[in-house]
């Protein structure tokens, strides 16, 4: 059936999505059944109005509050179309056509880079910088005395591995916390992160970020944090590319 078939408005409820407060995180394109939701530049959308039954099966996915179910006139849902869609995407990953996995965000997207990787090294042994273990949130006990710093470097998980001089020119042998916001940060990491700014002299974080959409939610989060600390602390703000570079 092809999606030049004829369709007909009615009046319906159908999903909304509120683009202030949206993220672009794609949980909701997950909790999408229908594929009727896609991330384009950064922002969920509704692609087809007739790939969405407006049940709003979505809507809890959302962490963000942006998706409502709205009763307005809309191309009516045909499952039909649905179906063709959701063959066409499936014809397309297993082609290797599909460049951004279905029912994930930006994160996701295949990129190849094609600059040539060049050893610069004037040594055939470059020190590492890392001075603790383990680094991940979810590992690391609150009460280790490597955070008795001034200063502490919190990283989502990808970008050490997209910055190559992650080492010399961001960790330069500070203490260390790195965590995905993409694949979820729950209240006790929340807890272990409040109990270790509360309980150590840092008064300096840098917060390193990949440039990708979902990495903006680590902010939210330590901003929430640091509400509920009673003494400044200052938050510099390092942000990636996936080309390796540091953004202006």
Not at 7 to 35: P, Q
Not at 127 to 133: F, I, K, M, V
Request: with cysteine; charged share 30%.
């Amino acid at each position: 059936m092809s999606e030049t078939k004829q369709r007909k408005k009615i009046i319906r409820n159908i999903i909304k999505i509120d683009r202030d407060l949206c993220t672009g995180c794609g949980k909701c394109v997950i909790g999408c059944a229908e594929g009727a939701l896609e991330i384009i530049d950064g922002k969920a959308e509704v692609v087809n109005e007739s790939y969405c039954d407006g049940l709003g099966a979505c809507i809890g996915e959302c962490p963000e509050g942006a998706l409502t179910i709205e009763r307005r006139e809309a191309y009516e849902f045909d499952e039909d179309l649905v179906e063709e869609h959701m063959n066409s995407i499936e014809k397309k990953k297993n082609t290797g056509q599909e460049s951004v996995h279905v029912c994930s965000c930006p994160s996701s997207k295949t990129v190849v880079f094609n600059t040539p990787w060049v050893d610069t090294a004037k040594t055939d042994k470059i020190p590492s910088a890392l001075r603790q273990w383990p680094i991940k949130l979810s590992l690391i006990n609150p009460n280790t005395p490597y955070f008795n710093k001034e200063e502490l470097v919190i990283v989502s998980d990808c970008s050490p591995v997209a910055f190559g001089d992650f080492h010399r020119k961001i960790m330069r042998g500070r203490p260390l916390i790195t965590l995905c916001p993409m694949l979820g940060i729950g209240e006790a990491e929340l807890d272990k992160l409040e109990r270790i700014l509360k309980e150590n002299p840092i008064k300096k974080i840098e917060l390193v970020l990949m440039e990708v959409p979902c990495c903006r939610k680590l902010n939210l989060f330590l901003d929430t944090i640091l509400a509920k600390i009673e003494r400044p602390i200052s938050v510099k703000e390092t942000i990636i590319s996936r080309e390796g570079t540091i953004e202006a």
